[in-house]
């Protein structure tokens, strides 16, 4: 009778589990690794105020819906626009506390870089941000024009 040894999927690198690690099963996949070298953080040569404007259109873009479809004025004809000014104050409030981030912590090895890459990466982020809502706000302010091109009902 042949008897195996039980598969071990976490293990405490070099044997030691005093030393700590992150590595899972999950996130040190082949995948999982190109998946996050490819986000707009890590992308490799990649100016800052374009990260910030990628990372702030997705924001801004994502943050309108919960404002729209789950504010208290979601039922009234001004839900769309509250939820666009709800989505720019979040993204503003954003902005404000990655400009401080940049200023008083400005490491030259992170992606963005110093201070003014901070700076910059901010300054996209605010412009995309607001842009991304802009988006989602024009997006559901005339779902129901979209959705008579398709023939369906809303």
Known sequence: MVQSTPRVYVSAP?????????STP???????????????ITRPNLAPIARGLEIGMAHGYWLVGPFTMLGPLRSEPVGPVIGLLGASAIVLLMTIALSIY???TPLKDTPVGD???WSEF????????IGGAVVAYLLLANASL?????NLAL
Not at 14 to 22: A, E, H, N, T, V
């Open 14 to 22: 070099d044997g030691d589990p005093q030393i700590g690690s992150f």
């Open 115 to 117: 201070s003014r890459g």
């Open 146 to 150: 979209i959705l008579s091109g398709f």
């Open 122 to 129: 901010a300054s996209g982020f605010l412009i995309g941000g």
């Open 26 to 40: 999950i996130n040190n996949t082949p995948q999982i690794k190109v998946f996050i070298d490819w986000l707009p």
């Open 102 to 104: 940049g200023y008083v």
